[in-house]
Structure formats: C-alpha cells, structure tokens
C-alpha cells in the first residue's frame, strides 16, 4: 500500500525532468519526493491506462506529470475506489485471451465473408432506391458503349423481332424495374449478354449469331432476367464496397503490405458469390421456361455450343484459360467490368459447374433446386 | 535513472549526453495481443470501439519509443477520432446520396480531391503534432490553411494548365486517329461510327503532366509541415533543396526498373537453362517456375522500394534541426529492402497474423538508426502561446486522418 513508485516529474511548464518518487499516503493523497509540489488527492489526478510496457502518466490539473513504468505501484493506487479502467489491459496481457480474441475474430472474418455480407448486400439492394439503381446503370451503359461495347449491326427488323420476344418473357407482377433489350457488338466480349442494375438487358451480336433457334436467346434472356430479379449486380458492389469499409475500419494499421494479404479473402469471396447467383439465375430461367412452355434443353444447348467455341474452336487465343475462369460479369462498376471481362461469357463464369449446369436443363421435369 | 539531475540545479549545468539514441522497446509478442485485442473489442462494438483501439495502438507505439532516458506519450482522445471518424461516413453518405442528382465524373472527383488535399495536409498535421508529446512538452504545428493553399498554388495550377493545353492539343487530333491509339493492338475491325471521346482522355493527361512534379510536391509538402512544426520554443527547419528529392526520386526509379529486369533476366535465363537441358521433362515444372519467377520480380520491386524509403528518410530527417539539435537518420536502403521483403511475406504466408510483428521490426529498426545531437532539452519551455492556439485548433480537432510524415 505505501509502496513508492520511482520516475519522472515534470512542471509543465519546462522540458526538464526530476527524478522523483510518488507514493500514497493513509490520506489517499499522492506525495512527491522531493516535494516539488503539494499532495494532490488520487482524485484530482488523470492515470492514463496501461498500454503494453509504456510508461504511466500521472497527470495533473496544472499541466505537470509524473511518468513511471512502475506499474505494480500505480494499479496500486487505482485499486482505490472509483477506478476501473485497466480492463481491457487484463484483456491485451493474457495469452489466453489474445487466443480467445483471435478465434473469435478469424471466426467473424469467416462469417461475414461466407454469409453476413451476401445476405446485408441482398437486403440492401433490395431495399436501395430506383434513384439510386437506376443513374448506376445508365452510367454503366454509357461507360460500356464508350470502352467496350460497338453499335449493333443487327437489322432494325430483326431487333424488333427480339425485342418483341423479350415483352412476353418479363415478370408479370411488379419489378421495380423499367426492363430494356438492348443489342450491341461485344467487342472483345465476344458471345455474351449482360443484366445492370437499371434493368437493362445487354445481348451482343455476336450472340445473337451464335443461337440456331430464338428459344435459345429466349433462354439467355430468362437467366438475365433471374439476375435482375435477385439483384445480383447491385448486391455485388454493395459486397465489395462493404468489405472494403469492414477490413479498413477494423484493421486500421494495415499498410501497403498488408493490405496484399487483405485482398485475398476479396477475391476468395467474390467467387463463390457469382457461382451461387449462377444457381438463382439458372433456377429462374428453368422455372419461368417450364412455365411458359418452353423446353429446357434451349438453354443446354446454346451454352454446349457457346462452351465448345470458347475451348475448342478459339484455343490459339491468349486469354482461353481466362474465359472458363473469370468470374465477374454483368457488374455495373464499368472500371471493373472493362478489367475483368474480357473474354468472360456469363453463361460458364465457373468451368466445373457448366457440365452440371447444363445436365439440370436437360432433365427438364426436374424440381428447382 | 543515473542521468537524470538533481531536482534542483542550474539550467547550465546538464548531465544529458551530446548524442540521444533513439530506442524502440515494444515486443511483437506483446503488440499481438494489443492488436488482437482491440480488433476484437472493434468488432464486437460495430466499430465504434475502433477509435479506442487507434489510440491505444499508437500509444504502444510512441511509449515505447524512448530518446536518451524518456519516452514519446500520444495523447489523442478517442472521442475527438470516433467524432472525425462519423463526419467522414457522413460525408461519404453525402456525397452518395449527390451522386444520384449531380453524377460527379472521374476527373470532377480528381479535382476535388487535388484542391481539398492542402486542408487535409494541415488539418491531420495539427492533430497529430498536438496530440504527441516528448517530456511533458507537446509538439505542435503552426501552419494555417492560407499558408498551406499559398505553398501549392503554383505548381497545382501549373499542373492544371498543363492539362488542359494537353487536352486541347488532344482535341485537335481527329477523332479516328485517336479512336486508333485507344484500341491500339486490338486486332479486330471497328465499325466506322465507334469513336473515343476526348474527355476519356482527361484523367490520363493529368496524371501525365502530374508526373514531372511529384518531387516537387513532395518537397513542398515536406517543406511545410517540417517548418511549421514545433516542440515547446523550439522551432524545426528543414535544410533541403528540391534537387535532393529530385535524385531520390529519379535514381529510386532507375533502380527499382534495373533490380526488376535482373529478376527477370535471371528468371528467364535460369527458366531457358532449365528448358534447354530437361527438354519435354520440365513441362510438369512449368507453373511452378511460373510461381517463383512472379514472386521473384515483385520481391525484387518491394526490396527496391526501400532505396525510395531509406533515402528520403534521411534526406528529410538528416536535414533538419529542432532548435539547436540536430537530427541523425542513417538508415540503410539492403536494411530497409531486406525488412520490406521479409515483412511482406511473413504477413502473405501467416495470413496477416504478423502483420504486428512487422510493424514493431520496422520501428526497432528505423529507432536503431535514428539519434538526435546537440540538444539542450532542459531548457526547452512550452510555448507562451500555446494555450491560446490550442482554442483556434478546436476546429479541426476532429480531423484525424493517417497521413505519414
Ligand atoms: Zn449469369
């Protein structure tokens, strides 16, 4: 109890140190020796709370401090009533704890990613206003067409003819979406068809080539449709933007090194996210085709024949391997798109499922998953 | 405690040694659980808990950093980081929600960012000094916003009239040839209505006439927060030309392209080697060698990064006086290069679990090379005016925002 703790004091007015000692007296009173100054009660004065090793100042009302790393002595003085605020010191000094922290954290991490920031992002998206989605999407357009995207070279019959079809495949309950069909040349894209979040529907040229019957468009046309219907493009930003916010708000000291392992779990992340929305997508359009009528094996048979031309029929082209791989599609970001899409056809964005994908369109009576 | 005087004595009298070594006494092992710990309680507090947890951090960091026989104390409140931290979300919220009625474009944001960076500059500086102390004293910085915006008025309008005479220059190149060079190696035809509009052209130009000044603006900006910073009385000066930034700047680049085309000399060479004697056998070898040729050319641009820390380091730290001290700072750029390397793949391959470790070698090591002589600390007082600029900071005592000096 009457244990001294030796070190610093300093006037507050000056840089000089005295050494000096601090101890308690029967009064609660803080005693300096030498007697620089008065007892000042335990009180009157700020103790900053343990962090690691680091000295402990006393602080007084008058700018003067007294610095020791005597901590045994001044956890002493603070076991006087009214002071509790070593806790989470006792927290950062036990192993266990720091183990206990660390298994928690990892578990956060892992769940947010696998299940909190899809499930917020669905229900964000769901929830974001027309004002919101639909300046996005035509900003994407915009982007699109100036980057990437070629005026349609389609004949305006035709195009009529397409656009048509598409009126009878929507959704007949309410939206939220003004639904479009527009024809482009893809580019680089190649084969390809994309869903933003305004609700505007992109089908390339080169796809529209591709198809032997309109029912294989129609097709393409539902599994964008099941897209937009499930928000997926928009859930996608608010996944990235929210883990960007989550990862920089928790670990605030991460530097140019580790923010390299940072990107990891993003990536990780983003895809399983787009196989799962492939699977929604899919089980739209496998729905809405059984219940307009149309056969399933449509939808087979144009991603047999897109896949086969991605593989086989263009294997001296530098990126092959790049388009059974990427992963990312019809996203609004139009940075990001005009990066990551080259090449990408939505209807194989992960080569292992195709296979699958395309046997649950052959058995046509079998039940959503 | 034997270097300390005698509480009373003459001012003229000192017993502090000529050089003060720098030291740095924090442990990774202890700094884990303090990083863990206060990611946890971040966590479990939805954040809010993470302003606590920034202070604490930095707290470890200053404390343990001790200059002859005392230590550095970070004194910042929580409340005032937690309070910065809610007016950034609130601006970001603001500036969403604007978005939708006023879509602001790429280079819209640049400039708003170029002319808003000054304030930034000044504002998180002034946090910052107030809220470091050495020996009870508090550092401060003095800069107003008119003398920050006054030191970058020049070149940024330089850089923004280089712009725009690029732009126009831009302009009167048609709109084929252009579409030409922004499809440069795309092999396939363009339909003859496809064109690229100038304005995407815009944020390239002006990175392009940015690039020159870097240097520049960089000693600039050096040049303001070294010389409006003070510890109690005494003033710092820093006493460097812009050319020193200028060579670090330029021999850094050649380096990093030099030590970047040997990785890859080697790796090509050691690969055709490999190719040449195995023949068919080594084609199972192949991505493995894909790997480690990939690894060996970004290690060899991290390593080379350290020239650009190192130098510029002591190019600053080297050059400037704080009253009558003057400060030593001999680090080594093999030092820094080999910690940066090291570093970066203990955090890659522990999944970010000794992303603390990392930062608490660095800070040994920078203090282990660090030293300050010539200081007569005891007679340094605090400021008369102290008080008095501490009232007009309130202001901006929300503003923190991690900017490295
Ligand atoms: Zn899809």
């Given at each position: 109890m009457?244990?001294?703790?030796?070190?610093?004091y300093y006037d507050g007015q000056t840089a000089r140190a005295h050494a000096a000692e601090l101890r308690i007296n029967g009064a609660n009173e803080l005693e300096l020796t030498p007697a620089l100054r008065g007892p000042t009660a335990v009180a009157d004065v700020r103790i900053s709370s343990r962090v690691g090793n680091t000295p402990r100042r006393i602080e007084f009302t008058d700018g003067a401090l007294f610095e020791t790393s005597d901590h045994h002595a001044v956890d002493q003085w603070l076991s006087q009533p009214g002071n509790s605020s070593g806790w989470i010191h006792r927290l950062e000094s036990k192993t266990t704890y720091a183990l206990g922290a660390l298994a928690i954290v990892a578990l956060f991490v892992a769940v947010s990613v696998k299940w909190g920031v899809p499930w917020s992002s669905k229900y964000i998206a769901q929830a974001l206003p027309e004002s919101i989605?639909?300046?996005?999407?035509?900003?994407?357009?915009?982007?699109?067409?100036?980057?990437?995207?070629?005026?349609?070279?389609?004949?305006?019959?035709?195009?009529?003819?397409?656009?048509?079809?598409?009126?009878?495949?929507?959704?007949?309950?309410?939206?939220g979406y003004e639904y479009q069909l527009l024809f482009r040349g893809g580019g680089r894209l190649g084969a390809n068809a994309f869903a933003l979040p305004n609700g505007t529907i992109i089908m390339t040229d080169e796809l529209v080539a591709q198809a032997e019957a309109d029912e294989e468009l129609q097709s393409i046309l539902l599994h964008e449709i099941g897209h937009l219907q499930h928000h997926h493009s928009l859930r996608q930003i608010i996944a990235h933007t929210s883990l960007a916010v989550l990862t920089s708000t928790l670990t605030g000291d991460i530097t140019a090194a580790g923010s390299l392992a940072i990107g990891a779990p993003n990536v990780l992340m983003e895809a399983s996210f787009s196989r799962q929305m492939e699977t929604e997508a899919d089980t739209y359009a496998l729905n809405q085709m059984q219940y307009l009528g149309l056969p399933t094996e449509h939808f087979a048979n144009i991603m047999e024949r897109l896949?086969?031309?991605?593989?086989?029929?263009d294997k001296d082209k530098e990126n092959d391997g790049a388009v059974q791989d990427a992963s990312r599609?019809?996203?609004?970001?139009?940075?990001?798109?005009?990066?990551?899409t080259s090449g990408t056809l939505d209807f194989f964005s992960s080569h292992p499922l195709t296979e699958e994908r395309i046997a649950r369109f052959r058995q046509n009576s079998s039940p959503p998953w | 405690m034997e270097t300390i005087q005698p509480a009373i004595q003459h001012p003229e009298q000192t017993d502090e040694p000529a050089a003060l070594?720098?030291?740095?006494?924090?442990?990774?092992?202890?700094?884990?659980?303090?990083?863990?710990?206060?990611?946890?309680?971040?966590?479990?507090?939805?954040?809010?808990?993470?302003?606590?947890?920034?202070?604490?951090?930095e707290q470890y960091f200053y404390g343990n950093l001790r200059l002859g026989q005392h230590h550095f104390a970070y004194l910042a409140d929580p409340v005032q980081i937690l309070k910065g931290r809610i007016i950034a979300f609130g601006l970001l919220a603001i500036y969403w929600a604007g978005w939708n009625f006023v879509p602001v474009t790429a280079m819209g944001l640049l400039i708003i960012g170029v002319l808003a960076l000054p304030a930034i500059l000044v504002a998180a500086s002034r946090f910052k000094m107030r809220n470091s102390s050495y020996r009870n004293i508090r550092f401060r910085f003095t800069a107003s916003f008119t003398e920050a915006y006054r030191t970058f008025i020049k070149p940024i309008a330089i850089i923004l009239g280089l712009s725009a005479i690029g732009y126009l220059l831009l302009y009167q190149?048609?709109?084929?040839?252009?579409?030409?060079?922004?499809?440069?190696?795309?092999?396939?035809?363009?339909?003859?209505?496809?064109?690229?509009?100038?304005?995407?052209?815009?944020?390239?130009?002006?990175?392009?006439?940015?690039?020159p000044f870097l240097p520049y603006l960089d000693y600039l900006r050096v040049k303001l927060l070294m010389n409006h910073t003070r510890w109690g009385n005494q003033q710092a000066r820093i006493n460097a030309g812009a050319g020193?930034?200028?060579?670090?700047?330029?021999?850094?680049?050649?380096?990093?392209?030099?030590?970047?085309?040997?990785?890859?000399?080697?790796?090509?060479a050691v690969g055709a080697l490999i190719g040449m004697t195995l023949g068919e056998i080594a084609e199972p070898l192949l991505p493995a060698g894909v790997v480690i040729a990939v690894l060996l050319v970004y290690g060899s641009m991290i390593y080379s990064a350290g020239y650009w820390r190192a130098e510029r380091t002591n190019l600053i730290y080297g050059n400037t006086r704080v009253g009558d001290a003057s400060i030593g700072s001999v680090l080594t750029f093999h030092q820094v290069g080999k910690l940066y390397v090291t570093n970066t793949l203990a955090i890659l391959f522990s999944a970010g679990l000794l992303i603390p470790w990392a930062h608490v070698r660095m800070?040994?090591?920078?203090?282990?090379?660090?030293?300050?002589?010539?200081?007569d600390l005891d007679k340094v007082v605090m400021d008369s005016d102290a008080q008095q600029g501490a009232l007009g900071e309130g202001m901006v005592d929300a503003f923190d925002l991690d900017i490295g000096l």
């Open positions: 009457n244990s001294g703790a030796n070190g610093h989605t639909i300046p996005l999407g035509d900003q994407a357009v915009k982007s699109m067409d100036k980057l990437i995207l070629h005026p349609t070279q389609l004949a305006p019959e035709r195009i009529t003819e397409l656009q048509n079809q598409f009126w009878q495949l929507l959704p007949t309950e309410q939206t896949e086969f031309a991605a593989c086989c029929e599609e019809e996203v609004g970001d139009p940075a990001e798109s005009q990066q990551n | 070594e720098f030291e740095f006494l924090g442990s990774g092992r202890e700094y884990f659980n303090i990083w863990i710990v206060n990611i946890f309680l971040s966590i479990i507090t939805l954040g809010i808990f993470s302003a606590w947890a920034k202070v604490r951090r190149i048609d709109p084929e040839t252009l579409t030409a060079m922004a499809n440069n190696g795309q092999t396939e035809e363009l339909p003859d209505d496809f064109r690229v509009i100038p304005e995407d052209f815009l944020p390239t130009v002006f990175y392009l006439a940015l690039f020193g930034f200028y060579r670090v700047f330029v021999v850094g680049f050649l380096l990093s392209g030099a030590i970047a085309t040997l990785a890859m000399v080697v790796v090509f800070a040994q090591y920078i203090a282990s090379v660090t030293s300050v002589t010539g200081a």
